[in-house]
């Protein structure tokens, strides 16, 4: 167990809709990164908290959106869905502002299926 | 900018084989690097990291990698391969930037799928 809550674990959901996914961090952790698996793409990353600021952001789109709260557990906003958008979506978490040294720990993912 | 390239999509190994899964990295300054696997149906999870202390890394599992900066090189090993070692595994690089360790996540490879034969 990484100690990385994500909720919900599947999601389905029809084209145009909006979903927010959510995730609890491993307590003592300030950032949170979230990410797209896709079979096509891989491992993407989108976009990065740390403490409640956006830090650093990826391959994000404009139709996503991410926050970070005091209580430090962050939700992705996805709108507009497409059928493209059908992904696993895992959040991870690490100690430090930068990822590098401490290493990233992942909760188990939301499989979203957009139909 | 950094980035890794894992040799090889499927992997495929005997029961009490030698495993090896390569990966080669590209980093203008020196990286920290990790290997992660996932088994179906879960998350990540860390199976070791380099981050310049010791070149040979030894990680969960019997797992252990070696740092190669000639070769820009950290390919991951196992003596014995068990029927529990099927999954995917992702190398994945950090770079260390002017925040000490890169604040853009790690960026992974596209993941060896390893199976293993009875």
């Known amino acids: 167990d990484s100690g990385v809550t994500q909720t919900p674990k599947h999601l389905i959901t029809a084209t145009g809709q909006r979903v927010t996914l959510r995730c609890s961090p491993r307590?003592?952790?300030?950032?949170v990164y979230w990410y797209q698996q896709s079979l096509d793409q891989g491992l993407q990353f989108l976009i990065q908290y740390y403490n409640g600021e956006e830090r650093a952001k990826g391959n994000i789109l404009e139709r996503f959106s991410a926050q970070q709260f005091p209580d430090l557990h962050s939700e992705l906003n996805l709108s507009s869905l497409e059928l493209g958008d059908s992904a696993l979506y895992f959040c991870?978490?690490?100690?430090?502002?930068?990822?590098?040294?401490?290493?990233?720990?992942f909760g188990n993912g939301t499989r979203l299926t957009v139909t | 900018a950094q980035s890794v390239t894992q040799l090889g999509s499927h992997v495929s190994v005997s029961e009490g084989a030698l495993v090896l899964l390569r990966c080669n990295y590209s980093s203008s300054v020196p990286p920290y690097l990790f290997w992660y696997v996932q088994y179906p149906n879960q998350g990540l999870q860390l199976l070791l990291k380099?981050?310049?202390?010791?070149?040979l890394v030894k990680g969960i599992n019997g797992f252990e990698a070696e740092f190669k900066k000639s070769e820009t090189s950290f390919h991951l090993t196992k003596p014995s391969a068990h029927m529990s070692d099927a999954a995917e595994y992702f190398c994945?690089?950090?770079?260390?930037?002017?925040?000490?360790?890169?604040?853009?996540?790690?960026?992974f490879g596209k993941g060896t799928h390893l199976i293993i034969q009875p």
């Open positions: 991870a978490s690490s100690v430090a502002a930068a990822g590098g040294v401490t290493a990233l720990h």
């Open positions: 380099y981050t310049s202390a010791a070149t």
């Open positions: 994945a690089v950090s770079g260390v930037g002017t925040s000490g360790g890169g604040a853009d996540g790690l960026t």
């Open positions: 307590s003592g952790d300030l950032s």
